[in-house]
């Protein structure tokens, strides 16, 4: 882990060998897709593309968590928003069928939106308060989904949305094969692409907005909210834009997903889910974005690798399964955050400077003798 | 209101519950003078910063700065009219290195929003490169550039103090609050403490000054004001407060009659 830091470090500040590495990142991550599904299987090149869809997840609630210091246990709402979207915009159900490219600025508008209308009103409250509201709200946003199907049925109730139209461009779609410049990209293939294309642009977003007046001013109000204000920060506004900022990463992500999935319902959205996106912000390192990427990977394959290799391995040792996958698989994650709380509380991957608060250096002490 | 009128203070009330923290204070502060507030504890000195810097909401009374009113309850707009201060108890951004302490202190000068800092247009690049300079002099300063990347929570006491000092001079305040900037420091500290204010006078910002040692206000400042119990009992250059009987009663308790 230190040596990757450490040569991470050495690539900002030489320029030829960080060009050297993106094209390098750039030829694994595009021939990838086609080495998982001929090693392994296109089973596993779904995971992977649902990795992509929760490291932008997590990406857009770092934004709330990591960098403004906004516990959001709520998240999740925003991604249901965009995948309703999409599910309500492009599906039999009300026989509309909009492009792609109108529906996921949509969503991200729409849960930018939804994200204010959940900022506006928890501007007074932080830490376990805040948790508490977004929880709700989370939970309110589900419950809406499960019962809009009367009067007028537009969700259609715990059902969900089925038969939504794949993600498709002009006349490609993306749910069968299609050919490209004498190759054939596969429809698993193709949506990784489309999805790597959309976290990539996420996180380059991110990254800018963390190096910038207002990502400082985030960050300002994490540390002390009314140091913030006396130095002017406009903290209302501030706030609110990062939980928009966050919110719409959300509902990209969403209608994403309800394009791909082909299918919506409210269970796909409950607190379970939130739970996830923020563990995986926490255990990769909050408020770093390459920890945080590595959350959102860690903690969608890992229990995918339980979940498939729990049953084979009973097998092999006891002969028969002694242990339901399911179980074991959440006994497992439990104890996996346990571990890494203990032993890396600042996540696996924490900030420079995430590391050194953890550290405890000799002078820490000094802050607090002054309050 | 006079030209050389800086800050006038109408009237200024403010009681939480049945404490009346401060009833019917005025004062004004005239530009480039380092006007000194003391009292005993719990006189209301911390108390009038606050509602000064919008932290509070007064209950009666009108703050005039630079000619017109300040607005109520809104620290951000007062920083942005050109108040800036420090805390009694250091509240730097703790995880956040020396320089970028003294950035965020730019924000309210700056402009740059979501767009610009996504796109990076030269507009934002040459902004952030004026922030980081600023920045960088500020530190000089102060006299701590060599501390610059370290954790703002890292540094020494005395470091932190000019740091929070620094932060508040990145905004170009016109008026500068110092709360009780050389409480905990020793007598090198101090001076050095001292130093540092004159210089800041000399720049042409107007310095506010509350603080316990005595010596350092008497020498330091134009004009002193003593609150105690809520109100001004006194206004006027240092040699004559220091012999103002309703003061040394304050001070020393008890009644002198």
């Given amino acids: 882990m230190m040596t990757m830091l450490s040569s991470f470090e050495t690539l900002r500040h030489d320029k030829r060998a960080a060009i050297a590495a993106t094209v390098a990142l750039g030829i694994v991550l595009a021939v990838f897709p086609f080495v998982i599904s001929s090693s392994l299987s296109n089973s596993w090149l779904r995971i992977v593309d649902f990795a992509m869809l929760y490291i932008m997840l997590a990406l857009g609630l770092n934004i709330v968590v990591g960098f403004a210091g906004l516990l959001d246990m709520g998240y999740i709402a925003f991604y249901a928003v965009g995948a309703y979207l999409y599910a309500l915009l492009a599906s039999p159900h009300f026989g509309l069928h909009y492009p792609v490219w109108v529906i996921i600025p949509a969503g991200a508008a729409l849960a930018g939106l939804f994200g204010a209308l959940l900022g506006a009103p928890t501007l007074r409250l932080r830490g376990d308060y805040l948790a508490i509201v977004t929880l709700g709200f989370g939970e309110i946003v589900r419950i809406f989904m499960n019962n809009l199907n009367a009067p007028i049925n537009i969700t259609n109730g715990p059902q969900g949305i089925t038969g939504i139209d794949p993600i498709h461009f002009g006349g490609i779609t993306l749910a069968k094969p299609f050919t490209f410049l004498g190759f054939t990209i596969p429809s698993l293939h193709a949506y990784y692409y489309l999805f790597l294309a959309l976290a990539l642009f996420i996180v380059f977003v991110t990254i800018r907005l963390e190096n910038s007046r207002i990502g400082r001013a985030w960050v300002a109000i994490r540390e002390d909210e009314i140091a913030a204000k006396s130095c002017g920060i406009n903290t209302r506004n501030i706030k609110l834009l990062a939980f928009t900022m966050g919110a719409s990463f959300g509902g990209v992500a969403g209608a994403l997903f309800a394009g791909f999935q082909g299918f919506v319902s409210p269970e796909s959205f409950n607190l379970m889910e939130s739970v996830m996106v923020l563990c995986m912000v926490v255990l990769g390192g909050m408020g770093n974005i390459p920890g945080v990427i590595l959350g959102g990977v860690l903690l969608t394959l890992l229990p995918e690798l339980f979940r498939h290799g729990a049953g084979p391995v009973q097998m092999a040792v006891f002969g028969k399964i002694l242990l339901d996958p399911e179980a074991l698989r959440m006994l497992l994650f439990g104890l996996a955050l346990v571990v890494c709380m203990l032993y890396r509380p600042a996540g696996l991957w924490p900030s420079t400077t995430r590391r050194r608060e953890f550290k405890g250096e000799s002078t820490t002490d000094v802050m607090k003798e002054g309050e | ?257």
């Fill in chain 2, 1 to 257: 209101m006079n030209m050389t009128t800086l800050l006038d203070a109408r009237g200024i009330a403010k009681h939480f519950g049945g404490v009346k923290a401060l009833s019917d204070v005025s004062l004004t502060i005239n530009r480039g003078e380092i006007y000194g507030l003391i009292g005993p504890n719990g006189a209301g000195k911390t108390t009038f910063f606050n509602v000064l810097t919008g932290l509070y909401h007064p209950d009666g009374g009108d703050l005039v700065f630079d000619g017109e009113k300040l607005q109520a309850s809104a620290p951000d707009k007062v920083a942005k009219r050109g108040i800036a201060r420090t805390f009694q108890n250091i509240r730097l951004f703790g995880n956040m290195s020396a320089m970028e302490n003294v950035m965020v202190g730019r924000h309210p000068r700056t402009h740059a929003g979501v767009f610009g800092a996504v796109m990076r247009n030269s507009r934002t690049r040459k902004e952030e490169a004026a922030i980081r300079r600023r920045a960088e002099e500020l530190l000089h300063y102060v006299n701590i550039a060599d501390r610059a990347d370290d954790l703002a929570r890292n540094l020494s006491y005395g470091d932190q103090r000019r740091l929070e000092i620094a932060r508040a001079l990145a905004s170009d305040p016109k008026l500068l609050a110092l709360d009780e900037p050389a409480a905990g420091m020793n007598g090198t500290e101090t001076a050095a403490l001292r130093e540092l204010i004159e210089g800041i006078r000399k720049d042409g910002i107007t310095v506010l000054l509350i603080e316990h040692d005595v010596k350092l206000v008497m020498g330091l400042c134009d004009r002193v004001a003593v609150l105690d119990y809520g109100q001004k009992i006194c206004e006027d250059v240092p040699a004559i407060v220091q012999k103002d009987l309703k003061v040394i009663e304050a001070y020393l308790g008890g009644s002198i009659a």
